[in-house]
């Protein structure tokens, strides 16, 4: 089993938070799971890097060659697959994994998060979406996505798909009994209500 860990190349200023992408990245490791990540050898990516390396797991990485050409890339790791686009590296990630954790990280994070999440809702995949919500991180962002389904622009059980741990068991737990459920598209839905 693999997991796509999506996280910033910034260590942002809290120090709490890269010890909870290696704590995270520690457990996977220690539970015999891959990590599928960006390839990056700085921030939060270097962090979960290094620790499930310390700790004997599998690290593959995938990067744009821009990036790489930068010296951003981790060279140590399992595998480092070096592609050509954004788009080519999040599909690989996608390709490569079995579930996807995001950790604290900006815009680039928030993109992966929110494709990985899109694709699950439109049954482009069955995987399990999760979010490590080390010291409430991510708890603004889960304010307004219970605001979006409020307002009517995501389905109840579609806001449920992404699933939320405190701690990495609790979060790993919850991906492993992960069950996308069948909710259709808003399309059939519009037309079941005649609109």
Request: aromatic content about 6%; some cysteine; glycine content about 16%.
């Amino acid at each position: 089993m693999r997991i796509a860990i999506y996280c910033g190349s910034s260590s942002g200023q809290d120090p709490t938070l890269a010890a909870a992408a290696a704590g995270m990245a520690d457990c996977l490791a220690r539970a015999g799971i891959g990590i599928v990540y960006g390839g990056g050898r700085v921030g939060l990516m270097g962090a979960v890097a290094d620790a499930a390396l310390a700790a004997g797991g599998e690290v593959i990485g995938v990067i744009p060659q821009s990036l790489m050409d930068k010296e951003l890339g981790h060279t140590g790791v399992t595998e480092l697959h070096v592609v050509g686009s954004m788009h080519e590296r999040k599909q690989l990630m996608v390709d490569l994994s079995d579930a996807f954790i995001a950790l604290p990280g900006g815009y680039g994070t928030m993109d992966e998060l929110f494709e990985t999440l899109t694709w699950l809702q439109l049954g482009f995949h069955e995987k399990p979406v999760g979010l490590l919500n080390a010291g409430g991180f991510f708890d603004p962002l889960l304010d307004f996505l219970d605001g979006v389904r409020d307002a009517g622009f995501l389905l109840g059980g579609h806001r449920d798909c992404l699933l939320v741990g405190a701690s990495p068991g609790e979060l790993l737990a919850r991906l492993r009994d992960f069950r996308r459920p069948e909710l259709g598209k808003w399309i059939e839905r519009l037309a079941a209500a005649g609109r």
